[in-house]
């Protein structure tokens, strides 16, 4: 009969909240948070083009046909991984199912700091006034 070999305790890592970052922090670090967040727009996009074809009863040949393009282009326009669309195509499709397509500047986010991690960074992050 063969001896059970011991398992030998693991060591646990004490995590600090302090050490912890962001997901936008880490993508940036890694120089990815423009890619990730343009894919992200674009498949919000795409998602809310889709409803409004299946509100409006509309199917990508159809939807083609009223924007006088391919189908093809439609199909692009409805893939989230695609991100190669023009502003002047996504408006001709908002406004073919009833919708207007808004694009906006936004000032950033402030970055909320907790506590504890602010005193460890040295004080608390401001948020810049409004410009009018």
């Not at 990815?32 to 894919?39: G, W």
């Not at 093809?72 to 502003?87: A, E, F, H, I, Y």
């Not at 195509?89 to 073919?96: E, P």
């Not at 207007?100 to 948020?127: C, D, I, M, T």
Request: charged letters at 35%; a positive charge.
């Amino acid at each position: 009969m063969k001896k059970k070999k011991k398992k030998k305790p693991t060591k646990r890592t004490v995590r600090s909240a302090s050490k912890l970052t962001t997901l936008d922090d880490f993508l940036k670090g890694e120089g990815k948070l423009e890619e990730f967040q343009a894919t992200a727009i674009k498949e919000v996009l795409a998602w809310q083009l889709g409803e409004a074809m299946k509100a409006n009863k509309l199917s990508r040949k159809r939807l083609a046909e009223r924007m006088h393009t391919s189908r093809s282009q439609v199909g692009r326009l409805l893939d989230p991984k695609d991100g190669n669309v023009t502003l002047t195509t996504l408006q001709r499709a908002a406004n073919i199912v009833g919708r207007k397509l808004r694009l906006e500047l936004v000032w950033p986010r402030p970055r909320v700091v907790s506590a504890p991690a602010a005193r460890h960074a040295g004080g608390f992050h401001r948020r810049a006034p409004r410009r009018a």
